[in-house]
């Protein structure tokens, strides 16, 4: 039986705007200083004094390629980033390239960090007035009861149908049928942040940024940071996930100036 993938890749532009404007991943072919102890500050597990021995503190890489992917289990972004040690440090490095093909897509995105009422599966979700005008079509107000319904494409691919409507006393747009179906598939809690975002053709796409980081950072362990020093000590190339964080961005890479 083939093995069911795990993870599926990402539009670049997507990808940056669901991880936010304060983590960046370097571009291809910089160079950057690869902090192994830094990449272990994402797991929730403490190192013990025997792998602190065997990490080499700061490691010269080159990037040599990035993949922008999500996981399927935990629908979290991530990128996979493939570091090449560098030998001679007086080589002058390649130029520059972008981690994003100039293909004319502009995106706009807005984010909302769920409240209570938003993270309950039996209520509806509250949609800001600028959100509404950014990113979705314009109602209809001059109708009895505005609505439309929504084809909203998760970063993973599926699409769900979600209706939009502008009702209430006070009168405030609001997502009904369907959100709770989504709420409960996806796990929504309060503290997560929704980000949606409309591309230059007006397709809508949303990602999730987790409140609980527990599940993506328990899967940085201590064997895959020390697999990469060993890796780097032979001047081999290797792979180091990182996962961009909600409570303030640990980065664990440096621009060589």
């Known amino acids: 039986m083939a093995q ?11 990808w940056q705007e669901c991880a936010g404007d304060s983590f960046t991943v370097p571009k291809l072919h910089s160079r950057v200083y690869y902090f192994p102890i830094g990449h272990l500050d ?17 490691i010269l890489c080159t990037l040599s390629s990035v993949d922008f992917l999500a996981d399927l289990e935990t629908d979290q972004i991530f990128a996979k980033l493939l570091l090449t040690p560098v030998i001679d440090a007086t080589v002058v490095p390649p130029v520059e390239a972008s981690n994003q093909e100039d293909n004319g897509d502009r995106v706009v995105s807005y984010a909302k960090t769920l409240t209570t009422s938003d993270a309950n599966n039996k209520g509806s979700f509250y949609v800001p ?18 609505s439309q319904e929504l084809s909203v494409t998760y970063v993973c691919g599926v699409v769900w149908t979600i209706c939009h409507v502008h009702r209430g006393n006070p009168e405030r747009y609001l997502f009904t049928t369907g959100w ?21 053709a007006r397709k809508i796409f949303v990602g999730i940024r987790r409140h609980n980081m527990s599940a993506a950072a328990s899967k940085i362990t201590e064997k895959t940071v020390i ?12 792979e180091v996930m990182c996962y961009p964080t909600v409570d303030g961005f640990v980065l664990w890479w440096k621009m060589k100036l």
């Open 4 to 14: 069911q993938q795990q993870f599926c890749n990402v539009d670049p532009r997507i």
């Open 42 to 58: 994402h797991s929730p597990i403490t190192p013990t004094t025997q792998t602190l021995s065997l990490i080499h503190p700061i």
């Open 129 to 146: 007035r600028a959100c509404a005008d950014s990113i979705f079509l314009p109602l209809d107000l001059t109708t009895p009861s505005p």
């Open 180 to 200: 709770n179906a989504f709420v409960k598939k996806k796990h929504l809690v309060v503290g997560d942040t929704l980000v949606f975002i409309k591309n230059s």
């Open 227 to 238: 697999n990469a020093v060993e890796l780097a000590k032979k001047n081999t190339p290797f």
